[in-house]
């Protein structure tokens, strides 16, 4: 059993950054590829970018060139940076395993953008 615990949404201006973090509950190394997925309101959850265990990336070809992804194995933390964000940015985002485990599932945080 993996749970994952997000942080550092907020509310910020189009065009603002901010750095999501990440913190399993197992060893990072251990747990594999991770990703971070969002959901805006009314839609499915969908997924942003991934990153393995040697740390190769993966973008959405919406978040490629404004966001990155990295990890911090001794940490057990994975961060998302988020620059140049858009009104669509604005869900609530998730870390899971990559492919997802549904019951890997926290509770998110909330990114707003809003001018």
């Known amino acids: 059993q993996v749970q994952f615990e997000e942080s550092g949404g907020g509310l910020v201006q189009p065009g603002g950054s901010l750095r999501l973090s990440c913190v399993a509950s197992?060893?990072?190394?251990?747990?594999?590829?991770v990703g971070w997925y969002r959901q805006a309101p009314g839609k499915q959850r969908e997924y942003v970018a991934r990153?393995?265990?040697?740390?190769?990336?993966m973008y959405a070809d919406y978040v490629r060139g404004r966001f990155t992804i990295s990890r911090d194995n001794a940490k057990n933390t994975v961060s998302l940076q988020m620059n140049s964000l858009e009104l669509e940015d604005t869900a609530v985002y998730y870390c899971?395993?990559?492919?997802?485990?549904?019951?890997?599932w926290g509770q998110g945080t909330q990114v707003t953008v809003s001018s």
């Open positions: 197992g060893s990072l190394v251990s747990i594999g590829p």
């Open positions: 990153i393995s265990s040697e740390g190769q990336t």
């Open positions: 899971n395993v990559a492919p997802v485990v549904s019951h890997y």
